[in-house]
């Protein structure tokens, strides 16, 4: 019994029943029009005062709202009420306005249906709770039954009036059941008039994707460039500390790589949290951005950096960086600097590293090596380090190659040179 009396007057239902009577106050311009069309037909010069005039005008009025429901703007609205009011999740409703011919025409069928319940379930509010109330109140308010009301004469009878009580509660129960029903049924038949549509579900799933790659692109770029430095100032400072009372000018020279890596390191983070200011003009038209890393401006200083960490680096470049494509050159520096910054983590300090940036062909390739003694450059299967290199490599039609040879620790890469240009 709870159940039923929630189907019929819980909170859901009630919010069902505004979004009905919304829909028959939206049909009402519309049946006016019909009216005005209607009337002249019939001959009847109060249109309202007949119910077939009224039935005929409202007949008349809904392909009128379906037609004007053709605009792209009326799906938005009807989703906004068909979430606050019908309880629709919003997942499973169209986001923005109706672009296709097919949405249009399932909005148009959606619009209609709309005020068609709606001005039906509207009239009977309108009309029934008063009659129920005077049908239970007629046997114990006798001027009731005197007054001029136009009731039928079969309320005159004893039997009748006991039961007009009943018969008024089971009209309000009926109105409630009617409007719970159509309330009902309009949040069944949502989804699949105002769901989106196949070229909506791309669309989304292009925007969803879009995210993801901006996301991953902040991920590489904060592991890459905030990564190196941690590394590298924690190898300095350590060094510094072993030697602070023996070696003061060894200490001032890791004070100096320090700063100077932290200095470059914030204008890396800089252009890394550019990605997020992309189409941002909050800050200002005058707020920049450091520029990103690139081979050809910053490969000296990430090797001086290296260099002063610690770490004992031969690089052999055999081509013009600044020849490269700009996202090449990017890239590159990129993929350069986690093989340095994980030959820092895992083979710590004094482990000889070689370093190689050629070109192959239409290719430029990059290999780093280090003694497979200690631990790689790169783990496989382990960490950001070598799935990042390969993500940047791959985004670029590129391949990552990573493995013990011939007694070292080889990373192996190769970025296609023409397709990146």
Request: aromatic residues 4%.
């Amino acid at each position: 019994m709870s159940e039923f009396a929630r189907f019929l007057f819980g909170r859901r239902a009630r919010l069902r029943w505004i979004h009905l009577i919304l829909g028959g106050a939206l049909a009402m311009p519309y049946v006016l029009v019909g009216s005005v069309i209607v009337g002249p037909v019939t001959g009847s010069t109060d249109a309202f005062g007949s119910f077939p005039v009224q039935l005929a005008s409202f007949a008349l009025g809904l392909p009128l709202a379906a037609v004007t429901a053709l605009f792209p703007l009326t799906r938005p609205m009807s989703v906004a009420a068909v979430h606050a009011l019908c309880g629709v999740e919003h997942d499973r409703l169209a986001d923005g306005p109706a672009r296709t011919r097919a949405a249009r025409q399932r909005t148009a069928a959606w619009f209609t249906l709309h005020l068609g319940f709606g001005g039906i379930i509207a009239g009977m509010s309108l009309a029934v709770p008063p009659f129920a109330a005077v049908l239970i109140a007629l046997p114990v308010v006798a001027e009731l039954r005197d007054s001029r009301l136009g009731l039928p004469e079969v309320l005159d009878h004893t039997w009748t009036l006991a039961l007009s009580p009943v018969a008024g509660v089971a009209m309000l129960i009926a109105l409630a059941a009617c409007a719970a029903g159509c309330g009902r049924l309009l949040a069944r038949w949502a989804p699949a008039l105002l769901g989106p549509t196949p070229e909506d579900r791309l669309a989304s799933a292009e925007r969803r994707a879009a995210d993801l790659a901006v996301r991953n692109r902040l991920a590489r770029e904060l592991h890459d460039s905030v990564g190196h430095a941690l590394s590298a100032v924690t190898l300095q400072a350590s060094a510094a500390r072993r030697v602070l009372d023996t070696d003061p000018d060894f200490v001032r020279e890791a004070l100096a790589a320090i700063e100077e890596t932290t200095r470059r390191t914030v204008g890396e983070l800089d252009a890394v949290l550019g990605v997020l200011r992309e189409g941002d003009t909050s800050d200002g038209p005058g707020r920049t951005t450091a520029p990103a890393p690139t081979l050809a401006a910053d490969l000296d200083g990430l090797l001086h950096r290296t260099r002063a960490a610690g770490l004992p680096v031969t690089a052999t470049v055999e081509v013009d960086p600044d020849a490269l494509p700009a996202l090449v050159s990017r890239e590159a520096y990129r993929i350069v600097q986690e093989a340095l910054s994980n030959a820092l983590k895992h083979t710590g300090p004094r482990t000889p590293l070689t370093l190689r940036i050629v070109r192959n062909g239409d290719e430029l390739e990059i290999t780093t090596e280090n003694p497979a003694t200690g631990a790689p450059v790169c783990r496989p299967g382990g960490g950001h380090g070598l799935r990042g290199v390969a993500d940047r490599a791959r985004l670029l039609g590129g391949t990552t190659e990573a493995g013990p040879v011939d007694g070292v620790w080889r990373l192996r890469v190769r970025l296609p040179l023409e397709a990146s240009a």
